[in-house]
């Protein structure tokens, strides 16, 4: 048998309220792309928005959430909170 100990990295996420819901957004529908998904939580008006801030973080606009690094998502939903 093994203890396991996590230690949770600090990425500055002030409201976890928001984030949890921004995450269930960007891994609702897994096989979408993240845009996709994320196209829902901020709405659709903001679509270039969110292309060019993809862009700014040097993320594909084909990317699914499961391929951003735990930095990169955490960077990416503090950008979109300007929005």
Do not use: C, W
């Amino acid at each position: 048998s093994r203890v396991l100990f996590f230690e949770s990295a600090d990425h500055s996420i002030k409201n976890k309220k928001t984030y949890l819901a921004f995450a269930k957004a960007a891994f609702k529908q897994k096989r979408k792309m993240l845009k996709s998904n994320l196209m829902q939580y901020i709405g659709g008006a903001k679509e270039l928005d969110l292309l060019r801030i993809m862009e700014e973080l040097n993320l594909s606009k084909t990317a699914r959430a499961e391929e951003l690094t735990p930095a990169e998502f955490v960077d990416l939903y503090h950008r979109l909170g300007y929005l």
